[in-house]
């Protein structure tokens, strides 16, 4: 993970301190998609739903679809929802593996 101080005896020998920032900044764009009141909304819909097209979504939320394309962009980027294509249609699922393991990091970071 992070390469810290070395703790010798005399305290003498320390290391450069080593943040990957790209994986942090990663790590930060998957929370934040999941910290948003509409995007939970959207999803909760989704579970609901089962699937669910970007047109039944926007209609049953009340959204512009360019909203809620957009929304669903970064839950998909994210990786808390999947689509499934179905002749014409693309349906939208709740990525349960994905959900669970981010409320699973998310524990251990605030149980540490």
Known sequence: MFDFLQNTENMETLTELE????EIRKA???????????????????????KITVTELYRKMNLEQSVASQHLAILRTAGFVQTERDRRFVFYKVNYKNLEYVEQQSRNLINQ
């Open 19 to 22: 943040i990957n920032i790209l």
């Open 28 to 50: 930060a764009l998957i929370f934040r998609a999941i910290n948003h009141k509409l995007r939970q909304d959207i999803m909760k819909l989704i579970h609901k739903s089962g």
